[in-house]
């Protein structure tokens, strides 16, 4: 992350703010998404597991995993429009 936003010391004056503010917009955004889905999905899991332990299991681990998917692909847009 800090290859993105920059070292809060060592950035040049101003760079810091700017690209901590970018990353956080961004980031809270993906914790609302995550957010919002949580209730939905946690549902869906108490109730398979109440006929399968393992697909309640399954559908939790689904979420996680597109989760992380989202988190790294942010990153590396990230990456990419800070150049």
């Given at each position: 992350?800090?290859?993105?936003?920059?070292?809060?010391?060592?950035?040049?004056?101003?760079?810091?703010?700017?690209?901590?503010?970018?990353?956080?917009i961004r980031f809270d955004e993906l914790e609302q998404e995550f957010e919002s889905e949580l209730p939905t999905t946690m549902g869906r899991a108490i109730a398979a597991r109440e006929s399968d332990p393992q697909a309640g299991a399954h559908l939790l681990d689904e979420f996680s995993q597109r989760c992380v998917d989202k988190?790294?692909?942010?990153i590396r847009d990230l990456?990419?429009?800070?150049g």
């Open positions: 992350m800090d290859n993105i936003k920059g070292d809060p010391i060592h950035s040049l004056p101003g760079h810091y703010p700017v690209k901590n503010h970018r990353v956080r988190v790294v692909e942010t990456l990419k429009e800070s």
